[in-house]
């Protein structure tokens, strides 16, 4: 009999003969000295430390470096201990992982005879923390599988072309695939046989997919990515370098090619393979960064009972390895190893010195002890790499008899009773399903941010999603006062339309048609230049407003008048096209000083082709500093219809298309010198109350008007508030100073208070004896709301009100209906041509305001001529700087030369004198009573008073005593 089977024969009569001899007794764990902290000891080091840990809890945080304990001594005591040991953890819950491994009985049982018994074990191992019987199986040991898989298999020569076939055969093999996928996919014959040219192509197309999938990739597929990463990248036995890729490196692993390898770096591999995957198992983290719940939920380490551990059975030398890998690699593993020998074991290896000095055995009771000298000198013998670094060896006595465990005192008579095997709960953020209601209420609250964001910008109007998606379009929202989010900014696509009002929004789209035209023409006419100015306005209010958006509607039909005659009437080879962005300021211009700095500047110091910002809407503190924030730009801006003061000072850049409030002042101050029969004694100037910050436009027309009346000697003047209910009832309680139409009431305020204005004086007289009433130019903004017309208290008055185009309105209905202005401007000529392009705009069937919606109006809007002429003089100057590039700021130079008079639709401009349109002609016209109210809506109003200048000597039309035109 050979001297290892006469061993193994001895080790299992022996154990077959101590198992016999307890079976008729019950097991019971041995008590010996020191047997409490032992246990103690073993808890300890089996409950892993947290990740975070509390300032009252354990002093470490993180895994921590675990030893191999040795116990030696009295099988009855070791063999006891293990068992024990191995009972308790079995009835412990939660049931962590764990192994009680007999190395004795473990050898015999295996059928790899032909493998070292270390190797046995460490299959034994693997299997058994493999079982399906804990809370928690630590994984599937990929890394030691696959390597395990390659040892066992042996390579024949491959039938293919391409070497590594047979390789790439048993990784598919053991991933569970058909090997012959490969061979087929390789072999295939093409059904086109004879083909010369269709095989040729076949086998260039998987040549391509060859080079592109198996090389560019790394040949790294058949799901063993990360295995394979960590061979060849991640750890450093068998020289994972001498091989080119890791197919090379697997082949070196198989059984016909172990002869050549190292059998010492082989079993290592195999011993790190298998401790990578428990630290893959046990890792917390991530990429790092990110936590891994699964190892947080871990929170005992693995112990690992090897009973019977021997040189001969291959347990001793399985812990060397495990001491070896964890010396060269530095690398933290979950494994308690708790090993028994019967004796103290001799040298580790052959040839190997541990220079350590000899040692007095450590038994039980010294236990923590032994820990704490061992914690201690490990930094220094790991970096020795010495063979027993990771040793801690115990010694146990004799176990006590059961009447001497009576009298011993202390706790080791009651060690094995209610042992703490709780390793503590895991953090709350890793039990299950915690982090998923976190994640989802992470989520939902990202979410609804941008949901709330995009409700808000569906209610104001705002298009959200379009603006992200188109260069023309950006769009935001601003808080015009509590609770009203209006959508602003700019836009040149039907992308976002700003406002509610249908005649509004025909209109952008009207705008935003002929911009796509424009486009097109200038896509196949590149010697067409592409100009651009930016209308910028009040075009969204809240709904509590009174609305004046058929107003700003009437602006950009007269811009849309000139796109069209430019973009589709006009053809000449270098004349220019005209694109209009419409940006919205807000209701009543609220947030224009914001849009101007932070939307409208970016866009024009980047769009070279924008030449001018026409528009404003109104005389409001925002607007100044607008005005103010362009004219630092050097952009060319134009007012349509502001008339507030001091507007020309805070911009070189700024022009205004008609005169001011001076002007309007100049003009009243004429209209009472005019009145003779009966004349006017007393001038009642009605403002609204004094608002914080106060109204530049308001202000300053009460100021101007005022100061103008004054130097009538024959008027009085006086100014009231509108909230002053006695000075509003000029009949129930006259004014002895003047009654009827000797006394004028001077309505000075924004449109919203006028209705209300009218309606008291209304309800205080009679028809005969209304006093004479003229309001500023502010009012024509609801004016040209029809339905304010039709309003019964409306219809039975006369309307007289400060027009600042008034020749655009006097061309009447037939402008419109009959593409011509009425007598007596009938002859003149930019009339003529804006009543042309007016009719056909609005008769066009491609037009947007085509149809019965949009009905023709009983005469034109006299913001239509303005806004028509402001684009118009644009496109003029464009015309003189020719089809080349020009910059803007020569536009505001031409404007300001005294050779340059521009004559348009409401007359001549010029700005040689003035920018503020101090010569341009202002009226007072007359919307009178209507026979009734269905007529209402068609009555046309007519001049009464006018001051300025027409069309200029050119034009020059005849004119009666009060400055109207004359028939």
């Known amino acids: 009999m050979r001297s290892d089977e006469w061993l193994s024969s001895s080790l299992r009569c022996r154990s077959v003969a101590w198992s016999g001899a307890h079976m008729a007794a019950e097991f019971r764990p041995p008590v010996f000295p020191g047997v409490h902290e032992l246990l103690k000891l073993v808890l300890t080091l089996r409950k892993r430390p947290p990740f975070l840990p509390r300032v009252s809890d354990m002093a470490v945080h993180g895994d921590i470096p675990l030893p ?50 270390k190797l046995i074990l460490l299959e034994q191992l693997c299997q058994r923390l493999q079982e399906d019987r804990f809370s928690a199986r630590p994984n599937s040991f990929r890394r030691y599988r696959v390597a395990k898989f390659l040892t066992r298999q042996t390579l024949t020569p491959s039938r293919n072309r391409d070497p590594q076939s047979e390789i790439v055969a048993l990784l598919r093999k053991w991933r569970g695939q058909s090997p012959s996928i490969q061979e087929a996919a390789q072999t295939q014959v093409s059904a086109q046989g004879d083909s010369g040219f269709s095989t040729l192509g076949l086998s260039g197309a998987l040549w391509f997919v060859r080079l592109l999938i198996l090389k560019w990739l790394g040949r790294r597929s058949y799901g063993i990515v990360p295995e394979a990463r960590w061979f060849m990248r991640r750890q450093t036995y068998m020289v994972p370098e001498h091989s080119s890729d890791f197919f090379g490196f697997a082949e070196r692993l198989t059984a016909g090619r172990l002869d050549e390898q190292n059998a010492g770096q082989l079993h290592k591999l195999l011993v790190h393979a298998f401790l990578e995957d428990l630290r893959q198992a ?159 209420g992470c989520l939902v609250a990202v979410a609804a941010l941008p949901a709330a964001r995009l409700q808000d910008f569906w209610q104001a109007g705002c298009s959200y999603l379009r603006a992200k998606t188109s260069a023309g379009i950006d769009v935001r929202l601003a808080e015009i006062a509590p609770g009203d989010k209006q959508c602003v900014g700019y836009s040149d696509n039907d992308g976002q339309i700003f406002g509610t009002n249908d005649r509004l929004a025909a ?97 024009v110091e980047r769009d070279a082709s924008i030449k001018a910002v026409v528009g404003l809407d109104r005389t409001v503190k925002q607007t100044r500093l607008a005005i103010a924030d362009l004219g630092r730009a050097a952009v060319p801006t134009i007012g349509t219809t502001l008339t507030g003061s001091g507007l020309a000072d805070i911009s070189k850049f700024y022009f205004q298309m008609v005169s001011g409030n001076p002007q309007q002042a100049k003009l009243l101050a004429g209209y009472l010198n005019h009145l003779k029969d009966p004349a006017v004694h007393l001038l009642t100037i009605v403002r609204p109350e004094r608002s914080d910050p106060p109204d530049d436009y308001i202000e300053s027309l009460v100021t101007e008007v005022e100061k103008a009346a004054e130097s009538l000697t ?31 009431y001077f309505y000075a305020g924004r449109e919203t208070g006028y209705s209300s204005f009218l309606q008291n004086i209304k309800e205080d007289c009679a028809v005969q004896a209304l006093p004479r009433i003229v309001a500023d130019d502010a009012i024509e903004r609801i004016v040209a709301q029809p339905s304010f017309r039709q309003q019964s208290f409306v219809s039975e008055m006369n309307l007289d009100y400060v027009a600042l185009g008034s020749l655009v309105v006097l061309a009447g209905r037939s402008c419109a209906a009959e593409r011509s202005p009425a007598a007596p401007l009938s002859d003149k000529g930019p009339l003529v041509e804006f009543c042309a392009g007016y009719y056909d705009l609005i008769n066009d069937e491609a037009s947007e305001l085509n149809g019965e919606a949009w009905a023709v109006p009983s005469y034109p809007g006299e913001r239509v001529g303005i806004a028509f002429d402001a684009a118009d003089m644009v496109v003029t100057a464009a015309r003189k700087a020719g089809p080349g590039a020009w910059n803007r700021a020569w536009l505001a130079q031409l404007f300001r030369d005294r050779e340059f008079a521009y004559v348009g639709a409401s007359g001549r401009i010029t700005f040689a004198e003035s920018r503020v349109g101090a010569s ?40 009666e005593s009060n400055g109207c035109p004359k028939d």
């Open 920 to 959: 341009r002609n202002t009226a007072i016209l007359r919307l009178p009573t209507p026979a009734s109210a269905q007529e209402a809506a068609n009555t046309a109003p007519r001049c009464l008073f006018l001051i300025g200048d027409l069309y200029g000597t050119e034009g020059a039309a005849p004119q």
């Open 507 to 603: 209109a952008q789209r009207e705008i935003f048609r002929l911009n796509a035209e424009a486009a097109r023409i200038h896509d196949t006419h590149r010697n067409r230049p592409l100009i651009s100015i930016i209308y910028f306005g009040g075009l969204t209010h809240a709904g509590a407003d009174l609305e004046t958006d058929i107003a700003v509607a009437e602006e950009l039909i007269g811009l849309a008048i000139v796109q069209r005659q430019q973009n589709i009437s006009v053809t000449g080879e270098d004349d220019p096209l005209l694109r209009v962005i419409i940006a919205n300021g807000g209701r009543e211009m609220a947030a224009a000083d914001r849009v101007t700095r932070d939307v409208l500047i970016p866009l």
């Open 282 to 440: 046990y890792r917390r983290r991530r990429l790092s960064v990110l936590p891994r719940r699964r190892g947080w939920r871990r929170t005992a380490y693995v112990p690992v009972l090897i009973d019977h551990a021997s040189e001969e059975n291959g347990g001793l030398p399985l812990l060397r390895l495990i001491n070896d890998v964890r010396n060269e690699t530095g690398k933290v593993d979950p494994l308690l190893v708790i090993a028994g020998c019967r004796d103290e074991p001799g040298t580790p290896d052959a040839g190997t010195e541990i220079d350590r000095p000899e040692e007095v055995p450590l038994f039980a009771p010294a236990s923590a002890t032994a820990y704490s000298t061992w914690k201690r000198e490990l930094p220094v013998q790991r970096q020795k790499l010495a063979a027993d670094a990771r040793f801690l060896t115990i010694h146990l006595p004799e176990p006590l008899r059961p009447e001497a465990i009576a009298r011993t005192s202390g706790e080791d008579p009651d060690a094995w009773a209610d042992l703490d095997l709780d390793p503590g709960k895991p953090s709350r953020l890793a039990r299950r399903g915690v982090l998923e209601v976190i994640l989802v």
């Open 714 to 744: 024959a008027v009085e003047v006086e100014v009231i508030d509108l909230s002053d209910e006695n000075a509003l009832k000029p009949c129930t309680k006259p004014d002895p100073r003047a009654s009827g139409e000797r006394r004028m």
């Open 68 to 117: 191999l304990i040795r116990l030696v001594g009295p099988e009855e005591s070791v063999h006891g201990f293990l068992r024990g040991f191995r009972d308790v953890l079995e009835k412990a819950e939660p049931r962590t992982p764990y192994v009680f491994l007999d190395a004795a009985t473990a050898v015999l049982a295996s059928t790899a005879a032909s493998e070292p018994p």
